[in-house]
Antibody
């Protein structure tokens, strides 16, 4: 059973860089054709996809955040990480890491997030 | 970006009811849609993908339908554990993924 666990500071000052790590257990981050994503959720609001990485290092980012986001992977540690620069109060949210499942079934493309971390609250405040 | 609009935003129902949640895309997305359930303080849980395929382990009272721009999630007989917030998610515009704003289902 794959498990994901986010870790990192719960409090970040405005204008600084938010840094989080997701540790994957119960399987190798390099096995299978999976991408690994970061998703966030402000309190009482909906879900926003931030970006994803493949174990080759290939990344995709949400255009709304692209200028501030960097996602990296460390396959030796079975981890992937998120850096979000120049944060403001609007970046206060629960941040989730998740596994992207991409494939084909019955002639159609399938895509979903099948495993999620428990989420970690990051507050941006001085 | 493709905008996903869910309706209603919230509603209440009783155990045993049949309920339907709607998700509308701002443009056609074929059947490239997934549904998730989220309970307070928890991560979302996948229910349905490819608009109508039930994820393994999800009770059969959940079903999904639709294609193009209009989709529905139906719970045939509400159980107490089904009171939660539900999100739709499109992947037609992959690599960009977008979610609906959520539908909160409360106990009447």
């Amino acid at each position: 059973q794959v498990q994901l666990q986010e870790s990192g500071p719960g409090l970040v000052k405005p204008s600084q860089t938010l840094s989080l790590t997701c540790t994957v257990s119960g399987g190798s981050i390099s096995s299978g054709s999976y991408y690994w994503s970061w998703i966030r959720q402000p309190a009482g609001k909906g879900l926003e996809w931030i970006g994803r990485i493949y174990t080759s290092g290939s990344t995709n980012y949400n255009p709304s955040l692209k200028s501030r986001v960097t996602i990296s992977v460390d396959t030796s540690k079975n981890q992937f990480s998120l850096k979000l620069s120049s944060v403001t109060a609007a970046d206060t949210a629960v941040y989730y890491c998740a596994r992207d499942h991409v494939g084909y079934s019955s002639g159609t493309v399938i895509y979903y997030f099948d495993y999620w971390g428990q989420g970690t609250l990051v507050t941006v405040s001085s | 970006a493709i905008r996903m609009t869910q309706s209603p935003s919230s509603f209440s129902a009783s155990t045993g009811d049949r309920v339907t949640i709607t998700c509308r895309a701002s443009q056609g997305i074929s059947s490239y849609l997934a549904w998730y359930q989220q309970k307070p303080g928890k991560a979302p849980k996948l229910l349905i993908y490819a608009a109508s395929t039930l994820q393994s382990g999800v009770p059969s009272r959940f079903s999904g339908s639709g294609s193009g721009t209009d989709f529905t999630l139906t719970i045939s007989c509400l159980q107490s554990e089904d009171f939660a917030t539900y999100y739709c998610q499109q992947y037609y515009s992959y690599p960009l993924i977008t979610f609906g704003q959520g539908t909160r289902l409360e106990i009447k």
